[in-house]
């Protein structure tokens, strides 16, 4: 785990996208008309970037390493996630559209709410693959 001006990290928040809500925000992005290599990739790290200043946190991300932080560990740990039969975690309320965009990490231990538990959707899917 990064440290912040020398400091351990104590909380992490995982920050993403659920139900594609997302996509008329990026679709009117400049980063999405462009032209640019990875325009999600750059929209997120202005928007991600900007929450961490305003939070004095710091800014880390799924893409553009090495080095490449442990999304999928840290989902698990926090989030109601499961692995999908294609190896893609899935989400009990929002399947397989939500994605983790970036995190911010803070010095200090904030009070999260409790992480929910629900029973993996694989398991009761009807359709199974």
């Not at 928007?47 to 932080?69: K, T």
Request: aromatic share 12%.
């Amino acid at each position: 785990m990064p440290a912040i001006g020398g400091c351990p990290v104590a909380t992490l928040v995982l920050l993403g996208w659920a139900d594609g809500r997302q996509w008329p925000h990026f679709a009117v992005a400049p980063e999405a008309a462009d032209g640019l290599p990875h325009p999600l990739d750059r929209w997120s790290k202005r928007v991600v970037d900007a929450m961490a200043g305003e939070f004095g946190a710091l800014a880390l991300y799924p893409f553009g390493g090495p080095p490449y932080w442990p999304f999928q560990r840290w989902a698990q740990r926090g989030d109601t996630v499961f692995a999908s039969p294609l190896g893609i975690y899935v989400h009990p309320a929002h399947g397989l559209w939500h994605s983790y965009r970036g995190a911010l990490a803070f010095t200090e231990r904030l009070d999260l709410p409790p992480r929910r538990e629900a029973a993996n959707p694989c398991q009761a899917c009807a359709n199974k693959p």
